[in-house]
């Protein structure tokens, strides 16, 4: 299981830490990536660490104001999101790969989603004066 939190409603400009909590499965065998998608829009890839957070990926959109990190010893993975603005309001979700010779990398599959089997429920994210 999967448990997104932290979302909320923020200024632009502000802050937010959002919090992936996994459970029912061996976290450290496993990559997680963080999603989000807006109304009318597509899914979005927005950032993935590996299993052993040696390594990281960030769209572009959000490269230099996000940062994703992980815990592996609470299971957690969190997402801290600094300089928010309005395109960042979205529901974000963290999801996890399918097991394979892959699930421990940011592969392309994995960024893109479809090589993840395993979502949590968003958390809304809205930037707004």
């Known amino acids: 299981q999967l448990q997104a939190s932290g979302g909320g409603l923020v200024q632009p400009g502000g802050s937010l830490r959002l919090s992936c909590a996994a459970s029912g499965f061996t976290f450290d065998d496993y990559a997680i990536g963080w999603f989000r998608q807006a109304p009318g829009k597509e899914r979005e890839g927005v950032s993935c660490i590996r299993a052993n957070g040696g390594s990281t990926y960030y769209a572009d959109s959000v490269k230099g104001r996000f940062t994703i990190s992980r815990d592996n010893s609470k299971n957690t993975v969190y997402l801290q999101m600094n300089s928010l603005k309005p395109e960042d309001t979205a529901v974000y979700f963290c999801?996890?790969?399918?097991?394979?010779?892959?699930?421990?990398?940011?592969?392309?599959?994995?960024?893109?989603?479809?090589?993840?089997?395993?979502w949590g429920k968003g958390t809304q994210v809205t930037v707004s004066s």
């Open positions: 999801a996890r790969p399918r097991s394979s010779h892959s699930s421990r990398v940011c592969s392309i599959a994995n960024i893109k989603g479809y090589g993840m089997d395993y």
